[in-house]
């Protein structure tokens, strides 16, 4: 199944950057087409890609350290208070470049906050947890619109960004993307086995030598790493890491093993398909941002799955 799954995922990828505003056809491409295709094309379709992987990743961990089946980025104030730090960079009008920077650190405060809310005699409380993470997505939310009240200016750049896409694609922020990826995926996948283990309850799991706190500690650290850099990257796009990880689960079982590898690719398939359709959907050349498709798209699976799957959810 791996290997036909990454063959489709390859043929997919290489279709999406003939797509577009203006369709190329690889077997009679003029400099222009070419320049394009390797220029824009290509390093966007692999960005949608990883930031795909990336948000798939994350909710796949996020879902079972929490023991949540809605946990995600949302849930747990990361997408919020890393789209803070962008928007108020946006409104003060810093460098386009910066912007990043803004949401990854802002990110990275709302993760050490919602953290150290959770935390209970030394140890991480789920509940606790999503409990700090809906303040934190008031709160962000609130800012947030006062930003746009505040800065009539900044409004429409501020909306487009809130609204999610692939922007400003840049070999050296696809390196970085590419490079933190690894790393976790890595270290998550050599942590699978205790992954599993960490899925029982907390005693038992504790009874076969697991040190729940500091593994469940580790996982969500990263799992937010990933989702502060996606998002300063490419806004708000809801719904991947909440949808994929359920999908994964349903397909190919509940073994992390499995759950990672199958969470990213399903990941990065659903955002590259889903930004590919952003830039044909309009006709005249106008591109949608790609955060209103996934919405759609994952919120009709969402009631899908409510309506099918109510009394086994967790486990498909």
Not at 43 to 53: M, N, W, Y
Not at 200 to 220: T, Y
Not at 282 to 289: Q, V
Request: hydrophobic share 55%; proline share 3%.
């Amino acid at each position: 199944m791996k290997p036909l799954l990454v063959s489709l995922f390859i043929v997919s990828a290489l279709l999406s950057t003939m797509v577009g505003p203006h369709w190329i056809n690889p077997l009679a491409m003029t400099s222009v087409e070419q320049s394009i295709l390797l220029e824009l094309r290509f390093p966007r379709v692999l960005f949608a890609a990883v930031i795909g992987a990336m948000l798939g990743l994350s909710g796949s961990i996020y879902q079972l350290t929490l023991k949540n089946p809605l946990a995600d980025s949302f849930t747990t104030g990361a997408a919020s208070s890393s789209a803070l730090g962008a928007v108020l960079a946006i409104a003060i009008g810093v460098p386009v470049y910066l912007v990043s920077v803004f949401a990854f650190v802002t990110g990275l405060s709302g993760l050490i906050l919602v953290y150290r809310m959770s935390l209970t005699q030394g140890r991480i409380n789920p509940i606790t947890m999503i409990l700090a993470g809906v303040v934190m997505n008031i709160v962000a939310s609130a800012m947030i619109s006062f930003s746009k009240y505040y800065f009539e200016d900044s409004l429409n750049s501020i909306v487009y960004w809130l609204m999610g896409g692939i922007f400003l694609v840049s070999w050296d922020k696809l390196a970085l993307c590419v490079l933190i990826l690894t790393g976790v995926y890595f270290y998550l996948q050599r942590q699978a086995l205790k992954l599993n283990i960490l899925a029982l309850d907390e005693q038992s799991a504790q009874s076969l030598g697991l040190n729940v706190h500091r593994l469940r500690s580790v996982a969500f650290v990263l799992s937010t790493i990933l989702v502060s850099v996606a998002v300063s990257f490419s806004g708000i796009i809801g719904f991947v890491g909440l949808i994929v990880p359920h999908v994964a689960r349903s397909l190919f079982g509940s073994d992390m093993k499995l759950n990672i590898f199958y969470s990213s690719l399903l990941g990065s398939f659903l955002l590259m398909l889903s930004d590919t359709l952003s830039r044909v959907i309009i006709p005249g050349g106008a591109e949608l941002p790609v955060g209103i498709i996934t919405a759609i798209l994952g919120g009709l699976f969402f009631f899908y799955l409510l309506r099918t799957r109510r009394g086994r959810f967790w486990n498909g």
